[in-house]
Nanobody, 125 residues
Framework: QVQLVESGGGLVQAGDSVRLSCTVS????????TGWFRQAPGKEREFVAA??????????TYADSVKGRFTISRDNAKNTVYLAMNSLKPEDTAVYYC????????????????WGQGTQVTVSS
């Protein structure tokens, strides 16, 4: 069974930077899309970023709210996906989840087969 474990969350101030990591216990042929989602209290889980691998290379997509501030990357040798977050805002406060085994664009949660348990990121003013 595939297990995903996130790390790197914590309490930070607005304007700070943090990098989240997600280590996958095993890779599968269906995990061509890996992504990050977040969920704030009382809100729906929302897409943050995704990265896929094709014959032309990697394809990366971001939610409009994080473009220019967040960077997603993958290290296949380490079975790890990263989310570097810069210029953090209080509105970025949420539990962040990594997901693997995504299909198509990877922008919807139902397109993924595997999920981590999440890591809390709290941004204070």
């Amino acid at each position: 069974q595939v297990q995903l474990v996130e790390s790197g969350g914590g309490l930070v101030q607005a304007g700070d930077s943090v990098r989240l990591s997600c280590t996958v216990s095993a890779r599968t042929s269906s995990s061509y899309v890996t992504g990050w989602f977040r969920q704030a209290p009382g809100k729906e889980r929302e897409f943050v970023a995704a990265i896929s691998w094709t014959w032309t290379g990697s394809t990366i997509t971001y939610a409009d709210s994080v473009k220019g501030r967040f960077t997603i990357s993958r290290d296949n040798a380490k079975n790890t996906v990263y989310l570097a977050m810069n210029s953090l805002k209080p509105e970025d406060t949420a539990v962040y989840y990594c997901a693997a085994g995504g299909r198509a664009s990877g922008r919807t949660s139902d397109s993924y087969d595997y999920w981590g348990q999440g890591t809390q990121v709290t941004v204070s003013s």
